[in-house]
Every structure is written in C-alpha cells, then in structure tokens.
C-alpha cells in the first residue's frame, strides 16, 4: 500500500511541476476533465520524458521533475528493492494518467488496428521511463534509514534482572518465575 500510495503522489506532484516548469499550455479536454489538465497533460508529457530530456528548452523540467518525483518516493519508500517496486508503480499509474490523456485527446485509439500493441508500448514505456526516479530516490531511503538507526535507542550490553529474593534472570520478564513477585507494569 506504501508503494502505491508513492507513486501516486509523486505521478501528481511531479506532473504538476513539469507542467508550470515548461509552460504547457491547456489543451481541449472536455467539461469534467479539463478540471484536471493539468495533471493529464503533464502525465502524458512525462511519458515523452525521453524527448524532453535532448530538447535544450525543456530538458530541465524534466529533469527537475523527475528528482522531485524520485524524492518523494524516497520518502515513501524503504531501502532496497521497495524503492524499485514504488518507481515502477508510480510508472503503471503514469501509463493510467496519460493513457486517459492520448484517449481524450485522439477519439480513434480504440478503432485502431495497432491499439493492443500501442498499449503495450504505452505501458513499458512508462515503466521504462519512471526508471528516472531511481537515482534520486535510492539516496533518500539511504538518509530516512541512517537518520532512523540514529534516532533509536542503542542496544543493552547486557540485559539482567535481579529480584528481590535473589532470582537473576538474563531477561526482563514482567513477573519474577521464583516469588511471583511483578518486576515491572507495561
């Protein structure tokens, strides 16, 4: 669920910051949807990111957009392979954004002959292109865990109870086993 909920917000975040970063313009989506052009548009440009990035006019929203978007799965995210499965979740609901994008946009996708093999690039490509995240969001997982381990209470050299009647136990039980007597409330 962790994952999920990171790759959808940082897919709206970050669609939302290319879309301010290189001035996209709205284009003509119908009533309920031109509400959210900007996050359709903006996903639909992200899945272009490939383009974006060799164009000198462009290639730093891009850019700037996919580390935003790599940070906030890191902060979602846990080190190692959870960090993978948030980029490539964030990818499936980059392909869902901008799928609905191309669909509103080009009234005959579906009557194409191609459009299950248009999907299936349409999907791997997404994937493919979330990829982008990973160098931004491995260092932050790297952070959150070392910032974690320094937050949490070091480890006893050696844990041992003594009672009052002479039992030592190599624990911290609640009661002592010997006299029954409570060693400590929780």
């Not at 940070?71 to 499936?92: C, D, E, Q, Y």
């Amino acid at each position: 669920m962790r994952n999920l909920l990171a790759g959808i917000i940082s897919v709206l975040i970050g669609s939302t910051i290319l879309v301010v970063l290189i001035n996209l313009s709205e284009p003509s989506y119908l009533w309920p949807y031109n509400v959210i052009w900007f996050l359709l548009s903006g996903s639909d440009a992200l899945r272009l990111s490939l383009d974006g990035f060799f164009n000198p006019s462009t290639s730093l929203g891009y850019i700037l957009s996919w580390i935003v978007i790599g940070v906030v799965i890191g902060l979602f995210s846990k080190k190692g392979w959870n960090t993978v499965r948030s980029v490539l979740w964030a990818g499936l609901i980059l392909g869902i954004l901008s799928l609905a994008s191309v669909l509103l946009l080009t009234a005959g996708y579906w009557e194409s002959p191609t459009r299950n093999i248009d999907l299936l690039y349409h999907f791997v490509g997404c994937a493919i292109i979330s990829l982008c995240a990973i160098p931004s969001a491995v260092p932050i997982t790297f952070i959150i865990e070392r910032v974690r381990k320094q937050a949490e209470a070091p480890i006893p050299e050696k844990i041992e109870t003594t009672c009052d009647c002479g039992a030592v136990f190599k624990s911290n039980p609640l009661i002592c086993s010997e006299c029954g007597k409570q060693l400590r409330d929780d």
